[in-house]
């Protein structure tokens, strides 16, 4: 007589159930290689372009008002014009935000002026212009005497204007997050023969860029 293998109801039911386990374990690891893949190529292509950071120089500066309502409280109203320059071959630059202000010995004398967000091509160059002004500016007390001093010992008033701002890498149809950039620009105004306004400069002036 044979012998008969017969297996039970239980043995067949456990073959025939769906493993979720497998199922899942497959499933996570096709998604992270998926997700691998494509960070691999977005970084490759960024190691590819490299994209530089941006230049800005200082085209024009003219102070049209810079005076002490009270010794500690200025009024000043300044006019400002940058070039910003996309040195980039293949990576365009979106500036989302762009804020610049004037400070004279790390005081501000303006209050922050927003520039509308812009789009710069690849090698693209802009003219930046904004309007920066200051209605009863809080500065030290000693803002009058340090004035005073620049234009008896230098004959030229030292003025920083710095850039906040953040902006996006354009890459064919990818755009990156958001970088936080700094610009500061210094340039020295000559006070010439007599102190009155206005007081320019048109120097070209390069800036320093950080990323």
Request: with cysteine.
């Amino acid at each position: 007589m044979s012998e008969i293998h017969e297996k039970s109801p239980k043995h067949c039911a456990n073959k025939k159930a769906f493993n979720f386990h497998n199922f899942n374990k497959k499933l996570y690891i096709y998604l992270s290689t998926i997700f691998l893949t494509i960070l691999s190529l977005i970084f490759l292509v960024w190691l590819i372009l490299h994209p530089t950071k941006p230049q800005f120089s200082l085209k024009e500066a003219e102070i049209n008002q810079l005076n002490l309502s009270t010794p500690s409280l200025l009024n000043s109203s300044i006019q400002l014009t940058l070039l910003s320059n996309n040195p980039n071959k293949k990576v365009g630059i979106y500036y989302d935000e762009f804020l610049i202000y004037a400070s004279y010995k790390g005081q501000k004398i303006t209050t922050e002026t927003s520039i509308s967000p812009f789009y710069e091509e690849h090698e693209e160059t802009n003219l930046v212009s904004a309007f920066l002004i200051g209605n009863l500016q809080p500065v030290a007390s000693t803002f009058a005497y340090e004035v005073q001093r620049d234009q008896g010992s230098t004959g030229k008033l030292v003025l920083n204007f710095k850039v906040m701002g953040r902006l996006r890498w354009k890459v064919g149809t990818w755009v990156s997050g958001r970088y936080r950039f700094v610009v500061n620009c210094v340039t020295f105004m000559p006070f010439g023969m007599l102190p009155s306004l206005p007081l320019s400069s048109r120097q070209g002036t390069q800036c320093s860029t950080t990323i």
